[in-house]
């Protein structure tokens, strides 16, 4: 079955560093998404992608998280100056068709830890 | 996307069903249900989902009340493995890519031996 692929599974870095989290979404899937989970709290939507554009973001996602799909394969989270609170697990998600009977599918996470 | 309930935490013995409850009294017509979970530590997982009439797949069991004001997954043996946070999303038409699904606390399932 096909899934969602998520490198690296971790991630150490100093605070201020940028990080690049990798994302290969499903092949034939048009919308990809991040989100994130802080330890011990909910999954929040960080942004969707759809047609090389960005189609929604939230509060979140401040001017320091940039995506690109810089090739057909993947989906990328930058975030460029890595504060301590950035320390979360980084889902990626990819959704077929913009239909209300069409699934998400979420990727295994890359967790994280700013120091 | 209307608001979900859900007990914050169930357990079950191994082998036994669970049934994990969700009340979406505010649901709309044209949207659905969904169920996914998150063992720790990984991403959500889909499970199941529905409209109106009762759904079952190899994982589970959807059943919605014909009000369609609130539904119930069943996992009909549930394992160990099945210990993770079970969460009901209620989701309608989605344009441009931007339904966004919203994750409560869900309910947290404890299946022990």
């Known amino acids: 079955e096909p899934e969602v692929t998520q490198t690296p599974s971790h991630q150490v870095t100093q605070m201020g560093q940028e990080v690049i989290l990798r994302c290969v979404p499903i092949?034939?899937?048009?919308?990809f998404y991040w989100y994130r989970q802080i330890l011990g709290q909910k999954v929040e939507f960080l942004v969707s992608f759809y047609n090389n554009e960005i189609s929604e973001k939230s509060e979140i996602f401040d001017d320091q998280f940039s995506v690109e799909r810089p090739d057909g394969s993947n989906f990328t989270l930058k975030i460029r100056s890595t504060k301590l609170e950035d320390s979360a697990m980084y889902f990626c998600a990819s959704l077929l068709l913009a239909g209300a009977q069409e699934t998400q599918y979420f990727g295994p996470g890359t967790r994280l830890l700013v120091l | 996307d209307a608001k979900t309930t859900q007990p914050t935490s169930m357990d079950c013995a191994e082998g036994r069903a669970a049934n994990l409850p969700c009340n979406h009294s505010?649901?709309?017509?044209?949207?659905?249900v969904y169920w996914y979970r998150q063992i720790h530590s990984q991403g959500p997982q889909y499970i199941i989902h529905?409209?109106?009439n009762n759904e079952t797949n190899e994982m589970a069991s959807l059943i919605i009340t014909e009000d369609r004001k609130s539904s119930t997954l069943i996992l009909p043996h549930a394992t160990l493995r099945d210990t993770a946070v079970y969460y009901c999303i209620v989701r309608g038409l989605a344009s441009g890519g931007s339904y966004i699904p919203t994750f409560g606390r869900g309910t947290s399932l404890i299946v022990h031996p």
């Open positions: 505010t649901i709309s017509g044209n949207e659905y």
């Open positions: 092949s034939n899937h048009l919308y």
């Open positions: 529905g409209l109106k």
